[in-house]
């Protein structure tokens, strides 16, 4: 087990234990199947809509924009309801990779370096429903009260009896909108630390929205100051990890820029074609630092040619592949972002549960070890009585 101070201190190892390759392995995997399930709602919305999918597909390739609900490209109603189905699905399948990450990193805490990713998965497929379900009642609970709130409203319109309804309802409503914003503090919160309560202790929907009303309450300024120790170091571990791999990627480039000439520029210029417009469209003279990491400044930094489309069937095949392992670099960088905020709120909620509670979650063990144990410890005692039974009955011959 790791030394813990169970202070602030602690905080600050969040970049060290993010970069791990199989945390990273485990985001990644999660992202990708998030982005898969994403396009395949997004272009059936557009397809559905009527809309010019290959058009859409041309522009935007996998990363269709958020604003595709909201009236960038034109969507009717089942369209709609297909692009919110498949940006849910995206937010579970990465809130679960969360999850992962979390399991991983607190039984690394508790010193189980050999923790694997097949076992980290196996835990939150048994404990899925608590990490969706939490923020999930949370909002529930959020309708309710505002609703409540309405239908007070609607029966102040009755004439003489709404008025009266309406004024002796005054202070209740206060007291409700007290709660409502409670909630909502506490709705927010759970994106952070649920994945992190549920791979620490395996709680359950309730347990888990307990124990966000309970750090929230108990431990409100340790909460919020943590969170804002945790943004410095991560904000600087993403931007020296996004940094070095815009680097190595520009040695990449190097490598097979100098043997192929303006054959291999033409097809990492189509390949780029694919990653996001914000990524791909900042200005290289706008500003040095992030022109060099922009996907601009790493072709500016060689003789690049224009895309000539259509591309030869080699060069298209090279392109398509290429852009492949584009899309892992920003999916490495992106996990690794994910990570550390994943991994910190890991460490944020041990120490807070070591605060409030006096329990320290490094030293509880997981739920089917603890079972194993007892077990063992039942075989061992059956055996035992069994020839204390025998040695009774010896004794009574």
């Keep these: 087990m790791l030394e813990f101070r169970f202070n602030f201190i602690d905080i600050f190892r969040a970049p060290r234990l993010a970069l791990s390759a199989k945390k990273i392995w485990t985001q990644l995997r999660a992202l990708a199947l998030g982005l898969i399930l994403y396009n395949a709602f997004a272009y059936l919305a557009v397809a559905v809509s009527g809309a010019d999918a290959y058009r859409i597909w041309s522009s935007y390739y996998l990363f269709p924009p958020l604003a595709l609900a909201f009236g960038a490209i034109p969507l009717n109603a089942g369209g709609v309801i297909l692009w919110a189905l498949g940006a849910l ?7 679960l990779g969360m999850a992962a990450v979390a399991k991983i990193t607190i039984e690394q805490l508790r010193g189980n370096d050999f923790y694997s990713r097949r076992e980290a998965g196996q835990y939150v497929r048994r404990h899925w429903r608590a990490v969706i379900f939490t923020p999930l009642a949370i909002l529930v609970s959020l309708a309710v009260l505002f609703g409540g709130g309405l239908l007070v409203g609607l029966v102040g319109k009755i004439p003489w009896f709404g008025d009266v309804v309406a004024s002796l309802s005054l202070v209740p409503l206060y007291l409700g909108a007290l709660l409502f914003v409670f909630l909502a503090l506490v709705f927010a919160i759970s994106f952070c630390l649920t ?25 409100p300024w340790r909460l919020v100051v943590y969170d804002v120790l945790l943004w410095a170091p991560a904000t600087a571990a993403a931007a020296a990890f996004a940094f070095f791999s815009a680097a190595a990627l520009k040695v990449a480039y190097a490598v097979l820029y100098i043997p192929m000439g303006p054959k291999f520029a033409v097809a990492f210029d189509a390949a780029w074609r694919v990653l996001p417009s914000w990524l791909r ?33 080699p060069q298209a095949i090279s392109a398509t592949l290429m852009s ?13 972002i994910l990570n550390v905020n994943t991994v910190g709120q890991t460490i944020i909620y041990t120490i807070l549960r070591k605060k409030k509670d006096d329990e320290n979650l490094l030293e509880m063990y997981d739920d089917e070890l603890e079972q194993a144990m007892l077990t063992l410890e039942k075989e061992k005692e059956t055996p035992a009585e069994g020839e204390a039974a025998e040695e009774a009955g010896e004794a009574d011959d």
């Design 195 to 219: 994945p992190a309560i549920v791979a620490t202790t395996g709680d359950d929907t309730f347990e888990a929205s307990f124990e966000l009303f309970s750090t929230l309450s108990g431990q």
């Design 324 to 336: 492949l392992g584009l899309l892992v670099i920003l999916g490495v960088v992106c996990s690794y």
């Design 281 to 313: 469209g900042v200005y290289p003279g706008a500003c040095p630092p992030l022109a060099w990491l922009s996907a601009s400044g790493v072709r500016s930094f060689f003789v690049s040619s224009e895309v000539m489309l259509p591309l030869p069937w």
């Design 89 to 95: 699905a995206f937010f579970v399948v990465v809130f």
